[in-house]
């Protein structure tokens, strides 16, 4: 029978392949609890996850344990991410380990996932969705916790920046049962207030610290908020749900302040460096024209009808002593004329028959008298002379002239 030998290591590298060709074994996610954890000098990290039924030997090596963000112990129940190989020289395979995460944080890191994929489905992470923020802010809407160092870092690089913001602190709680709700109540409460900008966020901690910022209520209360909001939730590695829902996202909360408040200091400055560029540029511009407009003066000086202008002025002078001489030979003829429309007049006035001997008779009603047939014996008449006048009783009426007091 010839059945062909193999060595040991070819048996071991033909399984190391096999594993490889394995898809399922490039990436998995185990969870055990760890056993047999030893921090090698190299700085490579060897342990065991088990349960109950069977036990997995791990390596990660230093590379990827940098990104290790807890002391691994013995006895935590984790979750192990990374790939089955074939360990050639000892003919045992193991899981390298490329990330490690406590089995809890895994499974809220699943959900998380799950509700960021949901809501990007929904567009609630669109950049259309996106408002800017404003440049020159007054007032700065801060959500986190009263005591924290958030707030701290917030106020004094804010105040740094420009001593005339205005921080508004509504306090909610970051982390626990409550900080979901308590986070939602405060965004509507601030929302209303209507500041310039939000920032909400907390500082750094553990992953289950930060998953109040990776709930839905808190997500899309971010994502309605009217005002513009700024995210900064833990440290500048950490990403919370938030961080997209917002209309922008600050790696920490002193980060968020610097992107909320402009610098008063350099605001100042380039405003006074306007304020000089326009003066220059105005004066330049008002002594080109001024320049231009004494050009045009000269020659008009020189080509213009100042001439005409100056004979057009002897003419008009002229023109208007003509035009009185005319006016008061006119006057003087109108002057005669009157004189003599007055000497007839007064001719024929009552006044001068009254100088002549006459007299102006009227009835005691002042009615003037025409004929005797208008009065009786013993009526009271006027009789009007040249200078004054007097009553008189009427003793005898006759009628028609006598000859003889018509000749004297």
Known sequence: MNQPVFSVSQVNAYIKQMFSKNEMLRLLAVKGE??????????????????????????????????????????????????????????????????????????????????KRRLAEEGLFDGE??????????????????????????????????????????????????????????????????????????????????????????????????TPIISAVGHETDVALTDFAADLRAPTPSAAAELAVFEYRLFAQKLA???????????????????????????LARVGPAGALKEKKVQVIYAGERMG??????????????????????????AARLSGGYAFIATKENRPLKSVAEIEPKDTIKVSLRDGSFTAKVEQKETGYQKEEISQ
Do not use: W
Request: hydrophobic content about 40%.
């Open 34 to 115: 760890v056993s047999n954890c030893k921090y090698h000098s190299s700085g490579h990290l060897y342990f065991t996850i088990k349960d109950k039924m069977g036990q997995l030997s791990c390596v990660m090596f230093a590379s990827a344990r940098r990104n290790l963000s807890f002391p691994l112990q013995e006895g935590q129940s984790v979750v192990v991410f990374g790939s089955i190989q074939v360990y050639e020289r000892d003919g045992k395979y193991q899981l390298y380990a490329e990330e490690i995460r406590k089995a809890g944080i895994g499974e809220l890191y699943e959900q998380t996932e799950l509700l």
């Open 129 to 226: 969705r996106k408002k800017p923020l404003p440049l020159y802010v007054k007032t700065v809407g801060i959500i986190t916790s009263q005591t924290g160092a958030a707030i701290r870092d917030i106020v004094q690089i804010a105040k740094r920046r420009n001593p005339y913001v205005q921080l508004i602190l509504q306090p909610a709680a970051v982390q626990g049962e409550a900080a979901p709700e308590s986070l939602v109540r405060a965004l509507s409460a601030l929302d209303a207030l209507r500041p310039d900008v939000i920032i909400i966020g907390r500082g750094g901690g553990s992953a289950e610290d930060l998953m109040a910022f990776n709930t839905e209520p808190v997500v899309r209360a971010v994502a309605e908020c009217i």
């Open 273 to 299: 460096e306007f304020h000089s560029d326009i003066t220059y540029e105005m004066t330049r511009k008002i002594a080109a024209a001024r320049a231009r407009a004494e050009a045009v003066g000269e020659k």
């Open 325 to 350: 001489q005319a006016m008061e030979r006119h006057l003087e003829r109108q002057k005669h004329r009157l004189e003599l429309l007055a000497g007839r007049l007064h001719s024929v006035s009552p």
